[in-house]
Structure formats: structure tokens, C-alpha cells
């Protein structure tokens, strides 16, 4: 019985790596878009017309710029569900490896879930009822606030998740190498944009930041959970044989 267990288990766990492959994949998609359309009413990348502190008079973007972190909250619980399928299909000497990546990365899915839920409940609806005293620090238009500063640290950790889980793949197919390089670079693009960034702006860096990394990891969690959605399938046909 033991042993009929034993072999079904990778059956499994590549067939649940392929689902959230797949669908940390289109929902980072969709949540990419719907983020392009919020266009920047404060910080670095404001056009024009920017609004300025307390951002009080901002009730009106709701639900516009709002919209894109309902997908994010399901893309975070979706890409910590694929970081565990990647530790499940490791080599067992590389696990402690995964292991790490695995730990970093629900530490960055707890950070995000609680900043995006916090700016989805509390916000809107505080504006709503005129309820602003001490609200500037938490408004998501506040480039010093405690919304971006969160993201920076969610991302950051997201991206340390990516070297850990790139050092656990092996090289035995091209197309895990591709997968483990590709989680490696995006770490490294991460660290060397938030070196270039607080070198030349310190403190000051606003949202410059922020928009980086959350770019890169979003486009490395699309990318390579494209690629690992193959790489399961793969996997999964091996074991049909």
C-alpha cells in the first residue's frame, strides 16, 4: 500500500504543478493588464494633473485603479501553490533549496495578500465615509506610504523566492535549465534595480522601484509558468508510459 502510494505521488504533484502553472500564468496576465490601465495620478511616473498629499480627493479612482488587485490576491495564493509543486518535484538532495524558496515565498505572498486586502477594504471605503484621519499613510497615491513600501518588500522577497527555487532545478533537460536561468536572472534584475535605484535616488526613490520589480517578477511568473505548465505536462506524459 505504502508503495502504491509512493508512485502515485509524483503522478499527482506534476499534475497539480500543470493546473497552477497554467493558472499563474493567465492570472498574472490579466492582472498585468488591468495594472496598465490604472494610469499614475502621483510619484515618478505621474503624467500630469498629479494629486498631492493627503491624496484625499482620490475617491473617485475607485474602482478603476482598484480592479487589478482582486486578480493579484488570487495570482499570490496561485504562485505560492506552484512553488510547492516545484519543491514536490525537485531531486530530494535539492529540497533544501526549494525548501527556502518555498519559505520566502509564502513569506511574500502573506506581505502582498495583507497590503492588497488592506488597501481593497479599508481604503475605498473610508474615503467613502470621509474616515481619512491617518488614512494618507495607507492610500496606495502615497509614494512614502506604507502601501508601496510593502510591495517593495512582498516583490523583493518574491524574487528571493526565484533564486532559491532556480538553485533547486537541475539541468538535466533544456527546458528546466531554461526555467532555473530564468528564475535566477529575475532575482538578479531585481537586486541590480533596486542597487541602480537607491544609488541614484536614496530615499527618494518614490515608486520608481516598486514598478520595476513588481514588473519583473510579474513577467517571470508569466514566462516561466508557461514553460513549467510544459514541463509538468511533460512529466505527466512520462508517467502514462
Not at 86 to 98: E, L, N, T
Request: net charge neutral; aromatic share 12%.
Amino acid at each position: 500500500m505504502n508503495a502504491t502510494v509512493a508512485e502515485a505521488s509524483p503522478s499527482t504533484s506534476n499534475r497539480v504543478g500543470f493546473y497552477f502553472a497554467v493558472l499563474t500564468t493567465a492570472v498574472t496576465i490579466i492582472t498585468f493588464a488591468l495594472a496598465m490601465t490604472a494610469i499614475p495620478i502621483s510619484g515618478a511616473h505621474c503624467p500630469g494633473g498629479c494629486v498631492e498629499y493627503p491624496y484625499l480627493d482620490t475617491v473617485s479612482r475607485y474602482p478603476r485603479d482598484f480592479l487589478w488587485m482582486f486578480p493579484a490576491l488570487l495570482l499570490l495564493l496561485a504562485y505560492v501553490a506552484l512553488m510547492v509543486s516545484i519543491h514536490h518535484y525537485v531531486d530530494g538532495h535539492r529540497r533544501i533549496f526549494s525548501q527556502i524558496g518555498l519559505s520566502f515565498a509564502m513569506i511574500a505572498a502573506a506581505v502582498l495578500l495583507v497590503d492588497y486586502y488592506l488597501q481593497l477594504s479599508v481604503v475605498p471605503v473610508s474615503l467613502m465615509n470621509a474616515e481619512t484621519e491617518g488614512l494618507a499613510m495607507l492610500i496606495q497615491y502615497n509614494p512614502h506610504g506604507i502601501f508601496l513600501a510593502l510591495e517593495e518588500l512582498g516583490y523583493l522577497t518574491m524574487s528571493l523566492s526565484f533564486l532559491f527555487v532556480g538553485a533547486a532545478l537541475s539541468s538535466r533537460s533544456r527546458l528546466e535549465s531554461a526555467i532555473r536561468w530564468i528564475f535566477i536572472i529575475g532575482f538578479a534584475l531585481a537586486i541590480l534595480a533596486l542597487s541602480i535605484i537607491s544609488i541614484r535616488y536614496g530615499l527618494e526613490r518614490v515608486d520608481r522601484f516598486e514598478v520595476v520589480v513588481l514588473s519583473i517578477d510579474w513577467l517571470i511568473l508569466i514566462i516561466n509558468g508557461l514553460l513549467l505548465s510544459i514541463l509538468f505536462k511533460r512529466q505527466m506524459k512520462k508517467a502514462e508510459l
